[in-house]
């Protein structure tokens, strides 16, 4: 009996296919399978799915092209395993995780939705949760609010999805091919199904949209996938899915977590999608002049016809709501405390990255440096924007090995890859080092008191110095 089917909706991407595919079927077990949809690439897959030789994997093509939503809810018909694992083409399933996906399912069988910790392609943890396991109603939606926006790593129960029903709302939205939000409403609407469970082990992988050269494919009509209009329009369709679709215990709840959320993706979210050059690159997009109380305006104009459509006349959802249109205004003030603490952390990290870059230009090697030191096994702490270049310029040194990697943001202990564990630092002791690489710029002294551990504490900035 197939339990999992790991879905791949795929246009193209052939090599990505390939590593996708392979990621999977490193598991051995004859209970998955994996579902190849072609949404009528012009590329040929087939070759890909045969060349593994492995009846685990069936590939489907659609007749016509359906963009991504379709060829998701084109996917979940032709899986016939109990879950379906939904996973980019660009991303990774970690083999080993599945046989505590597995093991969570058996233990748990009122699960509906499962995800768990996600590293990036650097094998840096990128989104990190803990064991948890929350029960239907208003515990799942509230995890829900705080799970990743993002077509994959999110594993569902077959027998609650109603593919024709979201045809329904697909089919409304003007340029069905931009309306990205089918996985965003069934994780909604499992939420009055069963229980969500939360894993703090890596499980799958996601990789950097701005690494892939090839550019995103989608209409020229209808505008971008940024456009604000279509973001108006999704929201839209979460707002008539919540009235249509919800329990009216819940529902005026999940009006009031749509409203909040679509504002800020409409204002401060569009200004830092119109800011990323990446993004805008990869999706070829035209960068736009953003001012927040335009936005603003035009957003809560928009939210005042949908609350005439569907006849939002409750004194709670209006009190909620002006909450949180003050908030938005507020975060101006957050937004610019985090923009100069980014600035000030980027310029004080340059001279320490110029330097390791300057000992490499000599021939050497940064991590044979450290080893020169006599410290062969070292923990990193502070997984930031220097923490990360230093873990990049050590993590396949032959002279260096990288024990642990540790930051404010790992709450549990975890393996990563290379044989390095990501820890909380309540943990560091546990482990035989031979130094902490300390490399957080500021309150490094705050930090130096704070931190027990048995081996030597070296600042990053400090151990150059030496090396002048």
Known sequence: MIEISFLIPVYNQPEDLRTCISSIVSYHGDDIEVVVNDDCSTEELGLVVDGFHDERIRLYRNSKNLGLDGNILSGIQNCRGRYIFLLRTRDLVIAESISDIFFAIKKHPNIVYLTGTCLDDDGLPRLFHRNEICTKGEAALRVHDSIHFHPSGSLFRKEDIDVCKYKKYLERFPVPRLWFMVDQLIRLELTQKGDFCLLSKPIWIYTYTNRNKKKSVHP??????????????????????????????????????????????????????????????????????????????????????????????????????????????????????????????????????????????????????????????????????????????????????????????????????????????????????????????????????????KAPKIIISDLLQCEK
């Open 220 to 453: 020229s009509e209808g505008g971008h996938l940024y456009a604000q209009k279509n973001t108006f329009l999704r929201y839209q369709s979460e707002m008539e899915f919540v009235a249509a679709e919800f329990e009216d215990g819940l529902k005026m709840q999940r009006f009031i977590q749509t409203f909040r959320f679509w504002l800020f993706y409409a204002t401060w979210g569009y200004l830092a999608i119109m800011s990323d050059e990446n993004i805008m690159s990869h999706y070829g997009i035209k960068s736009e002049n953003v001012d927040i109380e335009t936005e603003r305006k035009k957003f809560l104009d928009f939210t005042e016809k949908i609350e005439n459509k569907l006849g939002i006349v409750e004194d709670k959802y209006f009190e909620a709501k002006q909450k949180i249109i003050k908030n938005n205004i507020e975060y101006e003030e957050v937004r610019q405390k985090q923009e100069l603490r980014k600035i000030s952390v980027g310029e004080l990290s340059l001279p320490i990255i110029r330097q390791i870059e300057k000992i490499k230009s000599k021939g050497n090697n940064f991590a044979d440096c450290i080893a020169q030191n006599g410290f062969y096994r070292i923990g990193i702490y502070g997984m930031g924007y220097l923490g990360k270049f230093v873990w990049d310029e050590l993590v396949h040194s032959n002279s260096v090995k990288i024990v642990f990697i540790c930051d404010k943001m790992y709450q549990e202990e975890m393996p990563i890859v290379q044989g390095t564990n990501a820890i909380p630092a309540n943990k560091i002791d546990s482990y035989e080092i031979d130094a902490l690489l300390i490399t957080p710029i500021q309150h490094k002294n705050e930090i130096l008191q704070e931190i027990n551990c």
